[in-house]
């Protein structure tokens, strides 16, 4: 038996068919696919960036700082109460002797009928200061005895004001400070019967500065006259 041919347009179509099958290349299972690197896949991808510190908070400029007024008690740095410059402006710088020089000639003599010079050698000027606002001297007469009499010059500040009564008194005079303003005075005298070395008697008076009246004023005893 003779085999058979195909025809020409036969054998086109098998070509055909055979044509439209599937390649190698186009129809390739993507599992199989082999994996595609891109050498910029890795550089897409940002790095983490690393921790920024926040910064510090700012001090506050030092006009903005509060300040706290002092609390009740509180004396900070503040000056001395008693202020020396004010002190020595108020003082007289004058010393007890230039005081008692310019004092006596202003002081009336002690006249019992005869004149009695006041005895600038022996005054007593423990109690003065040229910046109390009273201090006193003390002074007798001249050739004075245990019951002649005395007077006590005042001064304001070391400013002769006159002198602490206007009558002198028998006896030295004890005159205590009592405060910068005042003093006290005790003066003494014979009793009757007394004699002059046991004279007893005694009488207090209190003299203190008036600002007021720019005069010192007297409270209390005098002896009798």
């Known amino acids: 038996m003779r085999p058979s041919r195909l025809s020409p347009l036969a054998l086109a179509g098998l070509l055909l068919l055979s044509g439209c099958g599937t390649s ?3 129809d390739a299972d993507p599992s199989t696919s082999s994996p595609v690197t891109s050498s910029t896949a890795s550089s ?48 007289a710088s004058v010393t007890a002797q230039q005081a008692q020089e310019s004092a006596l000639p202003q002081v ?51 400013e002769f004001i006159g002198p602490a009564t206007e009558r002198a008194y028998g006896f030295a005079p004890r005159v205590q400070r009592i405060d910068d303003a005042a003093i006290q005075v005790t003066y003494r005298w014979a009793g009757r019967g007394e004699t002059t070395a046991g004279a007893s008697r005694t009488a207090v008076s209190v003299f203190r500065w008036n600002e007021l009246r720019g005069a010192a004023d007297r409270a209390g005893e005098l002896p009798p006259t």
Not at 62 to 84: F, I, Q, V
Not at 113 to 138: N, V
């Open 44 to 91: 897409s991808v940002a790095a983490p960036s690393p921790p920024v510190a926040s910064p510090s908070e700012p001090a506050p400029a030092p006009s903005t700082l509060a300040t706290l007024a002092p609390g009740p008690g509180h004396t900070g740095d503040t000056l001395p109460t008693d202020d020396p410059t004010a002190a020595e402006a108020s003082c």
């Open 108 to 158: 009336p003599q002690f006249d019992d009928g005869e004149r009695w010079a006041w005895d600038a050698s022996t005054a007593d000027t423990g109690g003065f200061s040229d910046c109390a606002q009273l201090s006193w001297i003390t002074v007798g007469i001249q050739g004075a005895t245990g019951s002649s009499p005395y007077q006590i010059l005042l001064f304001h500040r070391g």
């Open 24 to 26: 190698p290349g186009s």
